[in-house]
């Protein structure tokens, strides 16, 4: 299940986004202020950031350079084209100008992810923190040193990389890639990881996944 922070001063309009965003099945977490969401940052990896710009605190426009590898769709009352110009090229991916439709803002949304997905299905490396991740040899790579994947192995990987800092439960991993590798099963599970881990032990790189006691893995970039 995605995640999408929301960002927004206004508590009305947060509630009628979190209440739209659940009832589309996705989870949200919430900040109210620049200084909050920059702290909310810190503890939650979402998939998508709704932000608002006029926030008290942290001004929206200083806290969107600092989030890097979340798309960010903006959504502002400033209507003026060098406010979009200037969200845009400070990193946002899209922006929506208050008042706006729900519905159009729900499908700028699911453009975002379709997009996301289409890149991630291109055949390009995946490069995070260090690693390289072939799509087309299934190998992972850091620096000259190169290990084969199972399918499964690079299915687990793949998405903790994706999610670099979220923490992923065994339940969401097993969902998300139930599609490519149906014979993982919950009690296989951490027989994969432990094989991916010294997989990647031999290339110096085991530290890369972290298990939280209780919850699942995650990927550590850093």
């Given at each position: ?14 509630n009628i ?54 798309p ?15 969200a ?37 490396p ?6 390289t ?10 620096g ?39 014979d ?13 881990r ?25």
């Open positions: 299940m995605k995640t999408i922070a929301v960002i927004e001063d206004d508590v009305h309009i947060g986004l979190e209440e739209s965003l659940q009832k589309e099945g996705y989870q949200t977490c919430r900040a109210y202020s620049g200084t909050e969401a920059k702290y909310l940052l810190k503890d939650c990896k979402p998939d998508l950031i709704l932000l608002d710009l006029m926030l008290p605190g942290i001004a929206g426009e200083e806290l969107l350079l600092d989030i890097r590898n979340i960010v769709i903006v959504m502002s009352a400033k209507a003026g084209i060098d406010d979009k110009v200037t845009l090229l400070g990193g946002a991916a899209d922006y929506i100008t208050k008042p706006f439709e729900i519905r159009e803002l729900l499908a700028r949304i699911t453009v975002q992810f379709r997009k996301r997905e289409t890149d991630f299905r291109s055949g390009e995946l490069m995070v923190g260090g690693l991740l072939d799509f087309e040899l299934h190998e992972v790579c850091s000259s040193s190169v290990v084969r994947l199972t399918r499964t192995e690079f299915a687990i990987l793949k998405l903790l990389m994706q999610n670099s800092g979220q923490v992923l439960s065994k339940s969401a991993i097993l969902d998300n890639i139930s599609n490519d590798t149906p993982c099963t919950e009690s296989s599970l951490k027989q994969h990881i432990s094989n991916l010294k997989k990647l032990y031999d290339i110096g790189r085991d530290e890369c996944i972290e298990a939280i006691w209780g919850i699942g893995f995650r990927f550590v970039s850093e």
